[in-house]
């Protein structure tokens, strides 16, 4: 039997999280936030708001007028958000976006834990350390702009970007070039930068849309056979759970990582931001996976 909060259960005394968002009525958020409270028997409660961007300024003030302990921040509010806070720390700082605000005593604090929530996921999932590894990252929009500046600051080997577009692949490597070694390619099969990255790479990450539902079936946008025979690929789509691109690695025999790992992994260092308190992480990836079922 599901368990609803009721309103008798908040009081005074309770506190309140959240995440700004439009749409937000999608966020898998709540369930993994409010299961977390419930399972350390926490007095706190996240609740979705939808936001729109014209009146993003006048929310961010609200988590100081209402005392809310913080907000997580998705689409489209990531970038915008960062004009209305106070500090802003190294990693958000270096991605140029934000996905958590947390009130320190009215003092408004803007994090990332998009790239560190993948490599909380390739640790404790894949266990693999991002330290020293060579890294192939297929895409250079948000995702992967989050994920490569968290490889460049955990002290990976190398950071090469393959993307459609070369010049966004140039500004990514670009952006982290002077934290470690990085090179863009164009993702395009034949083009010689990209077949010497799939027979390097240590760690492969996929974060375009291809493979997405409902385009589930699109074949993978790189050739798995000439891929490192010992190289990990990870995939950040987690609907559907297993990729075209994943299939056809484990198909090969190479180690994957699915995508609903970042996500939730994400959603307990923010947790961990908010409370100051060891994120149930587990309880919150097995949230995240029954959701995700329910929702097919």
Not at 83 to 103: C, M, P, S
């Amino acid at each position: 039997m599901k368990r609803f909060m009721t309103v008798a259960e908040i009081t005074g005394k309770t506190k309140v999280a959240g995440v700004f968002g439009d749409p937000v009525e999608h966020s898998l958020s709540p369930p993994m936030h409010n299961a977390a409270y419930r399972h350390l028997g926490m007095d706190w409660i996240y609740v979705p708001f939808l936001v729109k961007p014209d009146r993003l300024g006048e929310a961010v003030r609200g988590v100081r007028a209402m005392g809310l302990a913080g907000v997580n921040v998705t689409v489209p509010h990531k970038v915008a958000v960062m004009a209305h806070l106070d500090e802003i720390d190294e990693e958000a700082r270096l991605i140029g976006a934000v996905n958590t605000v947390v009130n320190r005593d009215g003092r408004l604090i803007g994090y990332n834990t998009d790239g560190r929530g993948f490599l909380r996921s390739l640790q404790r999932q894949a266990g693999k350390d991002p330290k020293g590894a060579h890294v192939l990252v297929l895409g250079a929009g948000g995702a992967a702009l989050a994920i490569s500046c968290s490889f460049a600051l955990a002290g990976a080997g190398s950071v090469t970007i393959a993307n459609r577009t070369p010049e966004k692949a140039e500004a990514l490597a670009a952006r982290i070039g002077d934290r470690v070694p990085a090179r863009a390619v164009r993702l395009s099969q034949g083009d010689p930068g990209l077949e010497q990255a799939l027979a390097t790479a240590e760690v492969v990450v996929h974060t375009t849309t291809v493979g997405m539902y409902p385009h589930h079936d699109a074949p993978p946008v790189i050739p798995v056979e000439r891929l490192n025979p010992k190289a990990l690929v990870c995939d950040i789509v987690y609907r559907p759970r297993e990729t075209a691109l994943l299939r056809a690695a484990r198909a090969r025999g190479l180690a994957v990582l699915t995508g609903e790992g970042m996500l939730a992994y994400q959603g307990a260092i923010a947790f961990e931001l908010f409370t100051g308190r060891e994120a149930p992480e587990e309880l919150m990836l097995n949230t995240l996976r029954k959701r995700l079922a329910s929702d097919n």
